[in-house]
Each structure stands twice: as structure tokens, then as C-alpha cells.
């Protein structure tokens, strides 16, 4: 067995820390948006479970990647998985609030699922990989969703960006966890994401927020400097996506930021 695929990323459109959870969380309001940039994923029957990042060694502990997890995760659920070898191709940047680790291990699921005949529902392979992570389950059907709860409670939500100019700008910045919600004070949204995305882009610049920008602005600035420069470039909406450390800005035409953005990672699209 030999199967080729890709996993696609996505953008959150606002993001609002609107309380603290007994368990320690937080619960927030987002939506995400799926973005055509992919991980290339190549999955071959093997002796034994292994992983490699394009004929690379990968590093840190392979059995603690998100892929192999998801490998594990079917066994445990009683399905008949056989030895694998997993290589990524990582045209998605990581650490960038793009969702792109979520999306390998959702996708490899899927694969997994049609070609091994497990008939698993999307509803069920949802369920399942929610284990593995908030954003997992996004990624079984990668349409927008608003996403509520740890951001992992979707429902529709009516939005439609075709015919967008989307520019994704990731400077060589790390945020933890820890500091995204450092200077968080969660608060009920002012105003209904689900409304607002219904009216013109160019009017999101003022309800839109998302509010980790609050906790990483301070200490990485030329993240604040990248929105505010895609928005001097004539984009209609700029934003830091999920905990960062990805821009991204809305565009009616396409924009020439090569120049600009050499010392970034740089993706430019259609939606």
C-alpha cells in the first residue's frame, strides 16, 4: 500500500478569550478558515511504524508526532492498522498558528480510513481525533466553521472568501503557550463574530480582534509591524493568526510583498 496526499492549514478569523473553565482552560470563540497550503503526505505498509520529514530524520521523539499518534489512536479503537511509514513534505510552516501538525494527523486518519475500508462516519473520526487536539477534528471536513468551547464545539457559519487575495506572512518568532495567554483577561466578545463576517471585509478591521495580539505585540514587535505594514499595503483585513506567529491579510487584488518579506516565510493565494 502506497498512498500520496495532502493536508491543507487554515486561518482564524477573530479570535475572543471570552472565559476561564474550572479544568483550567480557556473557552474562546473563532472561526476557522481553510487555506490551500499543504503538507505533502506519502504513506507506505512497513516492518514497523516509522516517520520522516521528506527523507529527513525528524527530530525530537517520533512516536510523540501527531501522525503516528493518529496510527496508534485507530489501533486502540480496534481497527486493523498495519505497520507504516509516514513521510511529510512541510510546506506548512510550524509554530505558526496554522493548524498544520492538526491537519497531517487528521488527514493520515482519513487516508487510513478509505483505503483500509474501516468505514468510519466523519462524525466518528471526529470524536475520535479530538483526543489528540482542539483543532484536530477542523480538519476531517476542512469547511469554516465557528468554533467555540476549547475550539473544539463547531457549528456553520456563512462566510465565503472567494475570489480573495489571502497573504500569509510568518516572521522566525516562537510563542509558547504560556505567553499567549500571558496578559489575557478573558471577557464576554462585544460583538458576534458570525454577524459581523456576514458584512464587507474592509468593515472586520473593527470588530474582528483576535485577542492574543494583546499578550504577543509587547514582546515581538515586528509581528504588530507585519500587520500593520499588510494593512499599509492596501490589505482589508490583517490578522494574527490562532497564538501566531502567522499574519495573514485580506487583499482585493494581489499584492508584490516579495521585496518586502524576504527574511519570512511567504505564501501568497486565491481563495
Not at 484536530?136 to 465565503?160: H, L, N, R, T
Request: aromatic share 8%.
Amino acid at each position: 500500500m502506497t498512498i500520496k496526499t495532502t493536508a491543507c492549514c487554515k486561518i482564524n478569523i477573530g479570535l475572543n478569550i471570552v472565559s476561564k473553565r474550572e479544568d483550567g482552560y480557556h473557552n474562546l470563540e473563532t472561526i476557522f478558515y481553510p487555506v490551500p497550503l499543504f503538507d505533502e503526505i506519502t504513506i507506505c505498509t512497513a516492518e514497523e511504524d516509522g516517520i520522516d520529514l521528506a527523507g529527513h530524520q525528524l527530530e525530537g521523539d517520533p512516536y510523540e508526532n501527531l501522525v503516528l499518534k493518529t496510527v496508534r489512536l485507530l489501533r486502540e479503537n480496534g481497527h486493523k492498522i498495519p505497520p507504516v511509514h509516514i513521510s511529510l513534505k512541510k510546506n506548512i510552516p510550524s509554530g505558526a498558528g496554522l493548524g498544520g501538525g492538526s491537519s497531517d494527523a487528521a488527514t493520515v486518519m482519513k487516508e487510513l480510513n478509505k483505503h483500509l475500508s474501516l468505514e468510519l462516519s466523519n462524525e466518528a473520526m471526529e470524536r475520535m481525533i479530538a483526543k489528540l487536539g482542539a483543532d484536530c477534528p477542523f480538519f476531517i471536513q476542512c469547511k469554516p466553521v465557528y468554533a467555540e468551547g476549547i475550539g473544539d464545539e463547531f457549528s456553520p457559519v456563512e462566510i465565503d472568501l472567494s475570489g480573495w487575495y489571502l497573504v500569509l506572512v510568518k516572521p522566525d518568532d516562537h510563542i509558547s503557550t504560556k505567553e499567549a495567554y500571558s496578559l489575557i483577561k478573558a471577557k464576554p466578545s462585544k460583538y458576534s463574530i458570525t454577524e459581523i463576517v456576514k458584512s464587507p471585509v474592509e468593515n472586520w478591521k473593527d470588530y474582528i480582534n483576535n485577542d492574543f495580539e494583546k499578550s504577543v505585540f509587547p514582546n515581538h514587535p515586528k509581528i504588530e509591524s507585519i500587520r500593520n505594514q499588510l494593512y499599509g499595503i492596501g490589505a482589508s483585513y490583517a490578522c494574527m493568526s490562532g497564538s501566531g506567529s502567522t499574519v495573514f491579510g485580506l487583499f482585493r487584488q494581489k499584492a508584490d510583498l516579495d521585496k518586502i518579506y524576504q527574511d519570512c516565510f511567504l505564501f501568497q493565494c486565491i481563495l
